[in-house]
């Protein structure tokens, strides 16, 4: 999602965090950034943040757990705070008054590097080439011989039984197949086996699937309008309508956030 043009950055993102039903502590926890410091970017308090170049990470961070484009986010901060053009442009035109000496040095050096290489090719090739014309003569080894074919042993009664198929392992019987689909609009977090696998804002009647193994983590901003199963059987309620939760399957309490 992104967001319009001239809008302040740090309102858009503390409205984008409340349409989430997440908490400054939700997004710390997501992001790593201290509380305050999410704090002083929602309401510029930019006394109280580090250099801006740590602060625009902050807010790239930021906005991609809230549902809004990073790149988008993050050029709008810095025209709205600390300009990176402004400062680039005296290192670019020093830089552009030594290229011409750069470009003398690296020609240089790229012809030495050529005529050393070369040079100790060449040693190396006489040094075989010496080396070889000194070696003493040797006596050639004989041929090797092949080994005798094996006698093939005479049949006796009885058949052969061909060897038996090997048999395909077993599935995990303890995957959890987790089916999730809303009913409106709803910010749903998933993590499954310890890897973020899902961040986003969906829309009605979307759907996806969902493979653990341990364990799956469901971070869900409205439960009214949230269902899922669970190996094919139907989840019950997790919660009442606005109210965010967060809850954690296993392959051992699965069954508890089964409908009865």
Known sequence: MRAEEGMDV???LREARLRCAMSLEDVERLTKVRVDLLHAIETNQKELLPHAIYVRGFV???????????????????????????????????????????DVLNSWFVLVMLLTVGFGGYKVVRWHDWSRRTEPATAPSPPPTSPAPAR???????SAVPAPAPTPAPTDSRTMHIEVRTIGSCWLTATVDGARVMSQMMEKDERHTLDAQREAVLRVGDPSAFEFSINGKSGRSLGRANEAVTVRLTSDNYRD???R
């Open 60 to 102: 790239r961070a930021y906005a991609h757990e809230v549902g809004l484009d990073p790149d988008d986010i993050a050029r709008q901060y810095a025209e709205q705070h600390d300009p990176v053009a402004d400062v680039m442009q005296p290192l670019v035109q020093q830089n552009d008054v030594r290229d011409d000496r750069w």
């Open 10 to 12: 740090g309102e858009t």
């Open 257 to 259: 956030f089964l409908s």
């Open 152 to 158: 093939a042993e005479a049949g006796t009664t009885g």
